[in-house]
């Protein structure tokens, strides 16, 4: 160690660190509330975010995937593992899509650019299945039936194209929609977000 | 009757299960360094917690992704300097670490270092200056190296970068310190 960098190793003891609060009492009771987080809640999550995809689409369960998405691009919009094969790039403000071929299936997966999980309400049917599963900080898996959507700005009564895993990482928000089981779908997610 | 106390290893599996017993106590013993990480990062006391507080709650929901005997503070430290980067892009300031008022006579009765003995402390605010003055980049890296005593493999965990980023990181910081220092 140069002189220098025990200089900076000493003035590290000199630093005033303000004292902080025992945090486990508040996270203590983030954990207990989340253990009783009801699937029609944590919807506040899930379908929310299935924003500006789903919020476009027309209520037909017939929508092409990519519906609402704008024009396709030829540039790829977005970093992929090797395991898929993209059709096709979208891009709007704040997302970037793209229509993946992945064993087998169609899947379309976007990014949307930060915390979209809190952004509106989605009221789910007795039918739609929401699960909290572990991907990223916080996951979703959401299998579909009608439901209505509520975000900041109105409403749309949709229908999901297949089953959505939505996770947030790193301030993104990252969603997948198609015709893969949960266990497929989150090793794919895995890979987009190792 | 004294118990055996758990290593972190046993910890970390109960906590894996949904003990949150033992995750208490995971947070009761890295606490300290995650607020000290979050600060020098975020340069501000209440998003240091917040970002601390954050930090814990999503290493709670990532445990099942923690791969069994990889070392657990470099890997809770990313997830919490993720989260202050996150509150220091947000607030858009660039605030300055503080050096104790005492500065020229460490906490308590002890005897300064003969490490911090070398340094007056004119030197002191010179260099904290100076430390204060670099890019982002180069500052959380000092910061954690020398200030925290993070290795820099775990700097390098903790910043989400390659161990050759955070050498090379290092050396511009120090050319740019010794201009100061010397």
Redesign the interface.
Known sequence: MTELERALAALGEELEFPQSRDVWPRIADRLRRRRWVRPAVFALAAGVAALAIALAVPPAQTRPFATGLGPALTQPTLKLPASVTATKYYKRPGLAAALLRYRGAQLLFAELRGDQMGFAKKFVGPTTHAEEVRIGEWGIWFTGAPHVLMWDSGTARTRLAGNVLIWLQNGVTYRLEGQLNRDRMLVLARQITP | MVGRPLDESDLIRRAQRGD?HA??EL??AY??IA??TA?VIARN?SD??DA??DG???A???L??FREGAPFRPWLLR?VA?EAS?RRRSAGRRAS?????A?QQ?SGDAAP?P??A??SSE??AV??AA?DELPDEQRDV?ALR????LSEAEVAETLGIPQGTVKSRNARA?AR??ES?D
């Not at chain 2, 670490?97 to 008022?101: C, I, P």
């Not at chain 2, 020398?146 to 005593?149: E, K, Q």
């Open positions: 949150t995750y208490e947070v009761n606490q300290g607020f000290r600060y006391a240091a917690e601390a507080q814990f709650v999503k709670w929901r990532a099942g992704r997830i993720n996150n670490l503080a050096l104790r008022a500065t460490p270092s490490e911090a070398l340094l030197q002191r260099l904290l430390v000092v020398y200030f925290l005593g120090l310190l010794r220092y």
